[in-house]
């Protein structure tokens, strides 16, 4: 388990993390998320010591992360696998010798059989056995992300930490990156922390997410729990939520939907049910790992809002007026 | 008759010189290399970007540097004759040319190599120190391991340079191929020696540049 608390850091005048608490359970894939800026690789360099802080605590497994505690903070290290957004491997090694590197840094003999068998595993298992004389320049980007993720499991990590490991991707590669962390986290029992400002990643494989806003913790929670009504405006600014085009005449009443939501027609039986007329103006339907989530703007007259709601308090629909 | 009597004296006059230039050359890049090599380190560790930032280290040895660098050669060679002398016993001839090679060289490289260090992309040490790496494992292992290719090129550029200030060493007695065309060529005007000590060295240097730009791709 990772345990974060209180932490708080700075660079020179400037406050980064402002006391930040979180709990990370064994197991779990956690999520990092808010804009750029937000501290959130900042606070993801100082669970593995990359990076110092100044007050509070984060312990991995009870063991307190102390930078100035080298020889424990090595041990920790070889605990927490970590990959990057710029993948960041060496230019002159191959595949094969870029996996096999950590364990040289841990004085493993890389040439034993059960090195070797170890190696080409991991490399095996990222799938990229075919490439496996070849130098990262000869690898596409999604290539590259994947040795890495293999290095990073060569010490037999219980964690990995990822830096907006998909950011320099395309949405096709991200995916297949997103599939083999999730494999990784399934089949290995491996805790996985996503650092990210990608959507899409969190939607994929997060099951719960800590959203940071400018060195804060904003809220903490389940992603569809937060994304799907998210009250604070930075969530939904973050979102890019309605807000914009909405017709200024009449009311905007907004629906929720949570996981089921999309298997009734609500809308429609609104409609014939209150005999009136609704305008769709907004709408978003979202997959959150197996489930789809969602909301809806309507657009309707002022006399039908009471009818409306009643309605859909009868049904259990979530909603909310959209003030203007 | 003295047509052929002075090409077989030739040959041998431009065999011996190509011989101490080969000499002179060798033998000053190998000490500078080696010896470069640890202001390079220093310099690359203490740097502002560096595993251990310290600025006064930093800016004493860069500043020590810059000064050797701004020698001009042919005052270096001066300067040194003391100390050339208390290295290797005299101060005149081919052997002790190689010292104010190597004196000359060593800022030069130790700068070369600096340079080429530090253009190792700080991600991979950053992810080299997330593995738990010691800083003298991501010195060998990230910093010189990612950089041979770039410290090869600098001592390209390094023994292409040498064989040009080797031509000044024949001044202090060092002999060499641009002594032979100095001596021979230019102050007794013979043509022929002029052009046969240029046409090896323009061979001389494209050779090593090949060779390096070789061993460059092959190593990268």
Redesign the interface.
């Known amino acids: 388990m990772i345990s974060i608390e209180n932490v708080q850091k700075s660079f020179k005048n400037n406050e980064v993390l402002k006391d930040i608490s979180i709990q990370i359970e064994d197991g779990e894939i956690y999520g990092i998320i808010g804009q750029s800026g937000a501290g959130k690789s900042t606070l993801l360099r100082c669970i ?1 010591g ?1 990076e110092s802080y100044d007050q509070g605590s984060i312990t991995v497994d009870g063991n307190l992360i102390n930078i100035r505690d080298k020889k424990s ?3 920790q ?2 605990k ?3 990959i ?1 957004q ?8 191959d595949v094969y010798q870029n996996v096999a ?2 364990m ?3 004085g493993i003999p890389a040439n034993t059989p059960q090195a070797k068998e170890k190696i080409l595993k991991l490399i095996r298992l990222v799938g990229l056995e075919e490439k496996m004389h070849q130098k990262p320049r000869e690898l596409s980007g999604g290539q590259k992300q994947r040795v ?1 993720i293999a ?1 990073a499991l060569v ?1 037999d990590p219980e964690i990995l ?1 990822c830096d907006e490991a998909t950011s320099a991707l395309d949405p096709e590669i991200t995916k297949g990156i997103l599939a083999l962390l999730q494999k990784i986290n399934k089949e290995m029992g491996i805790t996985i922390v996503v650092v990210t400002h990608q959507m899409e990643v969190v939607k994929q494989i997060c099951q719960r997410v800590a959203f940071l806003n400018h060195g804060k913790v904003l809220a903490v929670g389940k992603p569809e729990q937060l994304f799907v009504w998210p009250k604070e405006k930075e969530i939904r600014d973050f979102l890019r939520e309605e807000s914009d085009k909405l017709p200024s005449s009449g009311v905007n009443l907004k629906l929720f939907f949570f996981g089921e939501g999309n298997q009734r027609p609500i809308v429609t039986q609104m409609s014939q049910e209150l005999q009136t007329d609704f305008n769709i103006c907004w709408a978003r339907l979202e997959d959150f790992r197996e489930d789809v989530y969602g909301s809806l703007v309507l657009n309707m007259q002022e006399k039908d809002l009471e009818r409306a709601c009643a309605f859909l308090d009868s049904r259990n629909v979530t909603w909310e007026v959209i003030s203007k | 008759m003295s047509g052929i009597l002075s090409g077989a004296g030739m040959t041998s006059v431009v065999m011996k010189a190509f011989n101490q230039t080969l000499y002179m050359v060798f033998w000053s890049t190998l000490f500078s290399v080696v010896l470069g090599f640890i202001p390079a380190i220093i310099l690359t560790l203490t740097a502002p970007d560096g595993l251990k930032p310290n600025k006064i280290v930093y800016e004493i040895l860069s500043f020590i540097v810059n000064v050797f660098r701004s020698f001009p050669f042919i005052i270096l060679l001066v300067i040194l004759i003391p100390f050339t002398r208390m290295i290797v016993g005299k101060s005149i001839g081919t052997t002790a040319s190689i010292v104010p090679l190597t004196v000359s060289a060593i800022p030069y490289i130790a700068r070369v190599f600096e340079t080429s260090l530090r253009e190792t992309n700080p991600g991979v040490i950053e992810a080299a120190r997330s593995f738990g790496a010691s800083n003298f494992q991501i010195l060998m292992r990230v910093y010189v391991k990612e950089s041979i290719p770039r410290m090869l090129n600098g001592v390209v550029l390094l023994v292409i340079s040498l064989i040009g200030y080797s031509a000044m060493a024949g001044t202090v007695g060092g002999g060499g191929i641009g002594d032979i065309a100095i001596r021979y060529g230019y102050q007794q005007y013979k043509t022929d020696y002029l052009i046969v000590c240029s046409v090896i060295l323009i061979a001389f240097v494209q050779l090593i540049q090949m060779l390096g730009n070789h061993m460059y791709k092959k190593m990268s």
Not at chain 1, 86 to 93: H, T
Request: cysteine-free.
């Open positions: 593995n990359l903070l090595r041990l290290q070889k927490m696998g970590m990057f710029s993948f960041n491997l060496l230019e002159r090694l590197l950590p040289k840094f841990w890495a290095r010490l930490l």
